[in-house]
């Protein structure tokens, strides 16, 4: 028997009432953490009293409670009863002495001190013994569920030790298996309880203190298992299991996406996790409510064990704690980049200070946002440049990005024993700042500026519009508004508070630049707005502030929610237009507005909300002349011009006449031959590049392997007023290569319009796409007037924000006009309406 619980039944003179009653008291033969003892009777159900209690107020003569036995270890179960810590008493007083009798006739005290060897239960945070271990092992929390104030506390997944009745004190006799005869318990001036006294005929720490190991767990079957599994420690602890990649070593780092992340394995095998164990402890594999295997922890340290349907081992062999440096290839410069670590298994080895799995490998919106990125079965650490943590020594996998313009870092690299530096090295491969072009996210929720600050950084990202917004009784990003730019010094990196507002079903609208808030942020309730809320203005009053503020409107999402947006764009209350995903249906509404004649800039933004989404994953390109000083507002003012171009990943350049886009290339009234260039590079592999007028393409340029650069040079014929794009994308989305983002975002990019004028001003009219317009302005406004909620028209109980008598009305005003333009433009080409 390896270990063996003691009977005191002779001795015991108190009941568990002594005790906290809550939870309840353990009685009879327990185990705690993973150790026999018994508590009183061996039936937990039996009459009479359970513990030995001593000192001030309780037996006050020395008791001997025999052992007999060869022992290694003997682990005494014990608590104070009182203490006066909190009201500034003493610390170490002598609770108890034990005198161990060994049968050579040799005695052997050990002192039993308040704050060393013994503690009162449940004591005061902070105050646990030095030299016991609370009765219940550190542990980690529900993995899915639990109550609505414990949110915060779960991303921990760690919960702390707890005494809740007793500890466990370890004592190790001088000969390793002497024969201890009794011990000897004589009390001191605390009023303690002794539960149990169990001995042990094995040379390990009954409480494990060796640290947690990482280990694989590998199937020996090929049964499918999704989901996870859990993992149960009687003498020890572990954490959650995390599903490893299944591809190989060899295709990870041939991937074409490197450094930017790898599908997740959706099977819960293989699989890894930390273990703290003690030898002898058991593990206990499950998967749902099936127990896979049980190994010792002895096998697996021993070199692997197998059990059942599994197969546990070691995952590493030694580690050296590393500060890693990421510079520019050719200048030596450190770069601000993100990066990740893993064993030839999949293990990850994050920096110290980042998220192994960025919020547990699930589901993040509005919940610890910001520093690590989480990439489909990767997370990546946002770095200044410089790191440092545990690094396997052996093979180790680097995974290093910074954004579109860096060819990523995927490659192995050895860590050799005392290893303490990693020097790594990326390669520039493009400039858009030399070409007077800026990067920037339009649309980014929940982060902090200077986390925007690291993460736009890491990403080589220029700028981050970081928006407020409301989530029905939830405001974000309140505290970071200021009104004005954050520059952070020697970095080109921009953040500026700006907004989102929104409304469930006339549309959301971003404004950027605004100095003051713009309010309310969001009306006429869910789940944009309060339960209940009225609606108290649109999205056309919103632009108007903004603009009257120096402001830029970006219409975000095109086209959903999908009201208001044809007002606004028909009044002329949009200065761009937004892409977050390759859709069919975002490309076609984007190119029915430009085919009805309404010139809108094109931008890219990512709408992050999760730690699975990186800023300027889908970024807008903005040209500013060399004249131009790369600022904020110059950013905006570029946005507005239309000189722009959307990047999921390649990067274009696209001129008509030598003109770039946002410009008008005017022709005579026969028209004439135009000379069209692009050139489309990637640090992902390119298949086509195509040329588009009005929505058709016109010309275009394959490679079935996937090239980094293609180029196109074609002369169009034109005969009348146009447009033309370039764009990396096809019509049919199914066969974009796709990011690995939450979304999956497809690999694009598209330029914002050169426009083409013949014998005139530039004009388009579509005669399906008015009326389209048309009635997405009635619907809107029949919402407004019969469905939107509304306050009771009592200028005694109500006072609007404006100043308008009728605040429908009001409410109304911007979508007449909107119908007058449309009415306008239907007449001037002969259409009745």
């Avoid at 002192?111 to 105050?127: D, K, L, M, T």
């Avoid at 340029?701 to 370039?726: N, Q, S, Y």
Wanted: charged share 20%.
């Amino acid at each position: 028997m390896d270990y063996e619980a003691l009977s005191l039944d002779d001795h015991l003179n108190a009941g568990l009432d002594l005790l906290p009653r809550h939870p309840a008291a353990p009685a009879g033969d327990v185990h705690l953490r993973g150790l026999p003892f018994r508590i009183g009777a061996a039936d937990p159900q039996a009459a009479g009293p359970r513990l030995l209690a001593l000192g001030p107020g309780h037996r006050t003569s020395a008791v001997r409670l025999p052992i007999e036995r060869a022992a290694r270890r003997v682990i005494v179960l014990h608590s104070l009863l009182h203490s006066d810590l909190e009201q500034g008493g003493p610390l170490g007083v002598l609770a108890a002495t034990y005198r161990f009798h060994l049968a050579t006739g040799e005695a052997v005290e050990v002192p039993i001190r308040e704050r060393f060897e013994i503690a009162v239960p449940q004591p005061p945070w902070g105050q646990y013994p030095f030299l016991a271990h609370p009765d219940h092992p550190d542990d980690t929390p529900s993995r899915d569920s639990g109550p609505y104030s414990g949110i915060g506390f779960r991303l921990t997944e760690a919960v702390q030790a707890a005494a809740w009745h007793f500890y466990l004190w370890v004592w190790t006799p001088p000969q390793p298996g002497a024969v201890v005869s009794a011990l000897e318990v004589l009390p001191g001036e605390l009023p303690l309880v002794i539960g149990g006294l169990t001995v042990s005929c094995l040379d390990e720490d009954p409480v494990p203190r060796v640290a947690a190991l990482p280990v694989v767990i590998e199937a020996t079957d090929q049964v499918a298992r999704p989901g996870q599994l859990s993992l149960a420690v009687d003498r020890g602890a572990a954490t959650y299991p995390q599903a490893l990649p299944t591809a190989p070593a060899a295709d990870f780092t041939a991937d074409p996406q490197a450094g930017w992340g790898e599908g997740q394995n959706p099977q819960a095998l293989p699989a890894t996790a930390n273990i703290q164990a003690s030898d002898s402890a058991t593990i206990t594999v499950r998967h749902a409510d099936t127990v896979l295997g049980r190994v010792t922890w002895r096998e697996v340290a021993a070199g692997g064990a197998t059990a059942g349907a599994v197969r546990v081992r070691l995952a590493e062999d030694g580690r050296n704690w590393v500060h890693t440096r990421v510079v520019d290839a050719e200048s030596g410069e450190t770069l601000p980049c993100r990066v990740h670590f893993r064993s030839p298994a999949g293990i990850p080895y994050q920096p110290h200070g980042h998220h192994t799995y960025a919020c547990g490998n699930i589901g993040s919106w509005h919940s610890d946002i910001g520093g690590d990125l989480r990439l489909g079965q990767i997370t990546y650490a946002y770095i200044d440049g410089t790191c440092q943590g545990w690094l396997p020594r052996g093979e180790v996998i680097v995974d290093v990005a910074r954004g579109y313009e860096y060819q990523p870092l995927r490659t192995r690299v050895t860590i050799q024993p005392g290893q303490r530096e990693l020097e790594l090295r990326l390669q520039r491969v493009a400039d858009l700042n030399e070409r007077g072009y800026w990067s920037g996210d339009t649309h980014v929720h929940f982060l902090s500026t200077q986390g925007a600050h690291l993460e736009a950084a890491g990403e080589g990202l220029n700028v981050v519009n970081l928006l407020q917004s409301q989530w029905g009784h939830l405001f974000t990003n309140t505290e970071e508004f200021t009104g004005e730019a954050s520059v952070r010094a020697g970095q080109k990196t921009i953040v500026y508070a700006a907004q989102e507002n929104r409304q469930h079903l006339l549309g959301h609208l971003t404004l950027l630049g605004q100095k003051r808030p713009i309010m309310p942020w969001c009306s006429d309730g869910p789940s944009e707005s309060f339960v209940g809320d009225n609606l108290e203005t649109t999205l056309c009053r919103w632009a108007d502030a903004c603009h009257a503020q120096g402001g830029t409107v970006v219409l975000p999402h095109i086209p959903n929610p999908n009201g208001e947006p044809a007002a606004l764009i028909t009044t002329g209350r949009v200065d761009a237009v937004e892409w977050l995903t390759h859709a069919a249906y975002t490309r076609q509404e984007y190119y029915r507005y430009l085919n009805a004649g309404y010139r809108l800039p094109l931008a890219g933004g990512t709408d992050k909300m999760t730690q699975d989404v990186p800023v300027g994953l889908y970024r807008t390109y903005v040209w500013l002349p060399d004249d131009q000083e790369f600022t904020y507002d110059a950013w905006c003012r570029g946005l507005r011009s239309g000189n722009t171009f959307l990047s999921g990943g390649p990067l274009l350049s696209f001129t008509v006449e030598g003109q770039m886009p946002g410009a008008t290339v005017t022709l005579p009234g026969n028209g004439g031959r135009v000379t069209v260039e692009a050139v489309a590079s990637s640090i992902f592999p390119l298949h086509c590049l195509q040329i588009v007028r009005q929505g058709q393409v016109v010309a275009e340029v394959r490679d079935a392997a996937g090239a980094r650069r293609l180029e196109l040079r074609c002369e169009l014929p034109i005969d009348a007023h146009t447009w033309l794009a370039a764009r990396v994308g096809e019509d049919d989305v199914s066969g974009y290569l796709l990011h690995h983002d939450g979304w999956r975002r497809g690999v694009q990019a598209h330029t914002s319009p050169v426009y083409l004028a013949v014998g005139g001003a530039w004009e388009l009219f579509d005669a399906p796409t008015m009326q389209y317009l048309l009635t997405l302005v009635d619907g809107s406004l029949e919402y407004i007037r019969q469905h939107s909620r509304q306050y009771a028209e009592d200028h005694a109980r109500v006072t609007h924000p404006h100043h308008h008598h009728d605040h429908v009305e009001w409410l109304s005003e911007p979508f007449h006009e909107a119908r007058e333009l449309l009415h306008r433009r239907l007449h001037q080409h002969g259409i009745p309406h």
